[in-house]
């Protein structure tokens, strides 16, 4: 209150003769300010698409035009609009009559901060509270950082225009989500689910032991801004507690004490889970998706259906088993030919019983910008082309809760566009060669445009 009235008193000061301009006019008169400027003219950009499919599911339609003002998408009109029809904004004809227009797609299992080098290169080591382990554990931050960003432009650039990072070490996923987000770097989308909550008795990043410590531990990644929790109902596929009948790692108390505390705070629990008793375990917590589901039992379907829990399957790690199966040996080549027997035929069950896939590749295990390789996994065992673009783009905006903002091209949403040489429904692999790339009402990549230029 005294500052308030020190700062009346100064104003009512400043308006008195004492502080009049010396040649008798006043400072309102002598400092008017000038007439305002027009607001700045929206930006509107005509998307003149050769063959559009707006809603993936529905059928495409022949030649549409995407009316794209500032980010969002104001309507779809028949035909090709021409410039001249907009007067009210500044206005761009971008001229993809001779591509397939789709939505941006959606890939719900990264980790951007690593490089295909598997388990290995995932495994998150427990920091010792000194200064060395401390000096390494933010070295090890920034290098991933440094990784992530190139790793991030890659998966714009095909075509990948949200991603859900589920599992990273220490602050490099926060930073990188906030960096692209306000333009720093470019990239898709990203929600972050930090570290991964595992069952530990270690002080490392993630590591929870008991129904306190697991809250605890969740209430840590959520201060550090995750959007999502990620869990470790299992534990890798080529560990013994990863396989087909292994118990789940965490116990029941713990795993619903983390879906509570996630849920209080209204963020989704992503569950990694191989094994059957796993998938059982975080179904009975009430996770809202089972990562990997390689051995997804057929009793569990019920429970993914009453939940509405979501699978993703992430089949692009076959494409690493099928190499790495060449020169195993012992158990561990049973293990590899259980896996690449069971994970595409359980998949493929909980899809037509029902269940909704949402497409995930676990691009860091496999390659990154190769993200549309698992929908051409999916085609290979059997699900419609049609409904794994539908994996890709309407589940994953379901699955994060942004179905009212991504997912289709419609009146409204957010302007994340692509566009391809050939119909995908036809051939899935058309989606492995994305030729232009739009985000949030920008353009990242033309490849015509672009080789236009002299």
Known sequence: MKRAALLLAACTAFSSPAFAHPDGVG??????????????????????AGWLLAVPGEKPLREQTVVIRNDRIQRVDRGFTASVAITDADVEVVDLRDRFVLPGL?????????????????????????LEGASAAQRHDVTQLVDAIGNARKTLMAGYTTVRDVGSYGWNSVVLRDAVAAGKFKGPRILTAVSILRPNSGTGPGACSGVESCRTATRRQIDMGADLIKIYSTCSGSQPCGLQGAPPTFLDDELKAIVETAHSRQLRVAAHAHGEEGIRAALRAGVNSIEHGSYTPADAIAMFKKNGTFLVPTLSVQDNIRKDILTAKGPMLAVMQNFLEKHGARMMAAYRAGVKIAAGSDAGVGVHGNNARELELYVLQGMPAADAIKAATVHGAELIGRDKDLGTIETGKIADIIAVGADPIADITA?????????DGQVYRNDAATAEKP
Do not use: C, W, Y
């Open 27 to 48: 400072l309102a008169e002598a400092d008017a300010t000038p007439a305002a400027t027009a607001p700045p003219r929206d930006k509107v950009k005509l998307i003149q």
């Open 431 to 439: 989606l492995q060669h994305v030729s232009f790339v739009m985000k």
């Open 106 to 130: 959606m890939d719900m299992h990264v980790h951007l901060a690593m490089n295909s080098g598997g388990e290995a290169a995932f495994k998150i080591r427990n920091v010792a509270d000194d």
